[in-house]
């Protein structure tokens, strides 16, 4: 990844490699299109999804990984042993997938519930 500032999450991810860019795509389309109350947009330079002032779910990439994060050490710490069981990498606030990661939606749909009910 450059230190590029940029535009939108489309230019975020279209400067992606294809494998990475895809998968973020992915993951996050799927919570858009589940949950249609959330919206994304691009914030610390990066794509976040999130519901009025509230950030939701954050992702990134990195050079040979993609980051996800449910805005919640709380949540990673619920879902921990889940995250390990199906290999990824989990730190405090987030949680690291392959570049090509085959996307877990019911996984990635009850962290964003799990997040969503923090919020409310």
């Known amino acids: 990844m450059s230190s590029k500032k940029f535009s939108s999450v489309e230019d975020y991810l279209s400067s992606l490699d294809a494998k990475q860019g895809k998968t973020l795509r992915e993951v996050i389309n799927f919570i858009i299109e589940s ?4 919206n994304c ?11 009025g002032d509230d950030y ?10 993609l980051a996800l994060a449910p ?3 709380e ?4 879902f921990k ?3 390990e069981r199906q290999g990824c990498v989990v730190k405090k606030n987030l949680f690291q ?14 962290l964003v519930v799990a997040r969503k009910l ?3």
């Open 35 to 38: 949950f249609p109350d959330l």
């Open 41 to 51: 947009k691009l914030a610390w330079n990066v794509p976040q999804v999130y519901k």
């Open 56 to 65: 939701v779910f954050g992702v990134s990439a990195l050079k040979n990984h």
């Open 71 to 73: 805005w919640s050490a």
């Open 75 to 78: 949540v990673i710490e619920n």
């Open 81 to 83: 042993e889940e995250l």
């Open 97 to 110: 997938v392959p570049n090509d990661w085959n996307i877990d939606k019911k996984l990635v749909s009850d």
């Open 118 to 120: 923090e919020l409310d």
